[in-house]
């Protein structure tokens, strides 16, 4: 599925670049930063049997917003595959304590190497050599697809598994809010003029799409905006 | 799709594998060595877009032949990406050099990658700590997500980006095949009772599914079962 805004402006223009983007708070923030280091990017969605797919229309709506060119949105089956409370009929931890160490059932396996494996392959296709993801080691909920550590090999998988890498003009990864707490990504995001209303970040929301306010996500989310003093403009059930 | 065999035994009963299984000769030969390991092979494969969907009939009497409990044949959107003559309206290339060194048109993008991450998703969420594929650095077709350097990134990505691997145990991606030559691969596969009559390796067949004979691939495989002073099972067009 391809989305062409009706923004202004040429698509050649800038130099593209790939950003996967789910809707939430983490990736419309990216987005604005690529396009905020002059890159035009293609926003990259999945389909992939979440059970929050209100996401894909955040998503949509997140990117025309940014005046996004081409919005892919690839139907992936992780479903078949199981083993998580966002794509399976597990219940969703609430108000779950954010300090514990173990890795929590809303774990999706292996699905950042996934979104990723699929950003190198329309990479390594269209000849675009940046690829900007979300994610985050600071207030994300302990997964381990979201490490420093990890990107790392992803860059290193980039380097060695594609005809670019073998050319020695591997696509980059770019994590810019790996190492920034929720605060500093929202106060990054609206300096760059991000719509947090349009974003949405809950694992559970309700069939109006309103976040439930107690699973890891809208505790994070809504804690971040507090302390900033604000109020979070995305709507909640309990509100 | 599960596929169940008609085969006496229990599936519990041994230690379960992964083995990526296209329909080809060399993963076929694989899935012979996993089980002559003693493992109990889960076969995973894809309906991406490919031309040549004969080989999923192809993989799928594979497997039945060698008494696969349990095949799960995932379908991925590969076409949304492009790039490849494997999976667009490009030409496959016929009679070429087999030692030229450039990459060639029928490689897919990251394809590998891909594979190897619903792979990793799978093990994961299963519980599964042994993944199987047969890439081929020799008598391949200078793919670059083939070669030993790249296998060793994703054992990295593997160790770094599960859970499994966070916790010390992360999944193995083994590669029996990757050093040895077409004819070796060939050699070791009847050795362990391998019907290659059943498999399928042409990136161009004809509608009846038989081998076209002149793709890298058919050279390949037919000029091994030649130094071996054999016929090569596969059904061709130009026989």
């Known amino acids: 599925m391809n989305d062409e805004s009706t923004q202004a402006g040429s698509p050649g223009s800038r130099q593209r670049a790939i950003v996967l983007l789910s809707g939430g708070l983490d990736s419309a923030t990216v987005l604005a930063i690529a396009k905020a280091e002059g890159l035009e990017p293609l926003a990259l969605s999945f389909r992939y049997g979440q059970r929050h797919l209100i996401e894909l229309e955040a998503a949509r709506q997140v990117a ?16 078949s595959i199981g083993g998580s409370a966002l794509t399976a009929d597990l219940p969703v931890p609430k108000d779950r304590d954010l300090q514990a160490a173990e890795v929590p059932v809303t774990y999706v396996p292996a699905r950042n190497t996934i979104f990723l494996a699929y950003a190198l392959a329309l990479a390594e296709a269209r000849g675009i050599g940046d690829i900007y993801i979300g994610i985050n080691a600071i207030d994300g909920s302990g997964y381990p697809d979201c490490r420093p550590e990890y990107l790392a090999a992803f860059q290193q998988l980039s380097a060695l598994g594609t005809r670019a890498g073998v050319e020695g003009r591997p696509a980059r990864i770019h994590a810019p809010l790996i190492n920034l707490s929720k605060v500093k990504i929202i106060q990054r995001g609206l300096e760059l003029g991000v719509d947090y209303g349009l974003t949405r970040s809950c694992y559970d929301p309700d069939q109006a799409g309103r976040g439930c306010g107690h699973c890891d996500s809208c505790l994070v989310r809504r804690r971040a905006f507090r302390q900033l003093g604000l109020v979070d403009p995305a709507p909640y059930a309990d509100q």
Chains 1, 2 share one sequence.
């Open 64 to 79: 025309a917003a940014a005046g996004v060119h081409e919005h892919l949105v690839v139907e992936l089956d992780l479903r």
